[in-house]
Nanobody, 127 residues
């Protein structure tokens, strides 16, 4: 019953933009840190961005200045605005949340902190 569903992926040209959404249901995630991870073929899953329950954010160096994570707790939804996309951004993007206790100001960049995951959405950036 608890689920997170990503949407908004697709195929774009380098330099283009996409906005990913992660809609959560079955419980409130308003007290949970959330994050985006991505995985390209043949590569390990890597951290992209995270946001605390109170809205404090942190972005990986590889996307800093181009991607922006945000959340709307009233809608139980998280977003990733992706601008100036590069071919190396091509990956399956996953949203994640914790079921364990965190303070409102705490975010997490660590994959092992997350135990609730979406199914992933494909982002392909052509050159």
């Amino acid at each position: 019953q608890v689920q997170m569903v990503e949407s908004g992926g697709g195929l774009v040209q380098a330099g283009g933009s996409l906005r990913l959404s992660c809609a959560a249901s079955g419980r409130s995630f308003s007290i949970s840190p959330m994050a985006w991870f991505r995985q390209a073929p043949g590569k390990e899953r890597e951290f992209v961005a995270t946001i605390s329950a109170s809205g404090i954010t942190y972005h990986a160096d590889s996307v800093k200045g181009r991607f922006t994570i945000s959340r709307d707790n009233a809608k139980n939804t998280m977003y990733l605005q992706m601008n100036s996309l590069k071919p190396e951004d091509t990956a399956v993007y996953y949203c994640a949340a914790t079921s364990t206790t965190f303070k409102r100001y705490n975010y997490s960049t660590r994959e092992y902190d997350y135990d609730i995951w979406g199914q992933g959405t494909q982002v392909t950036v052509s050159s």
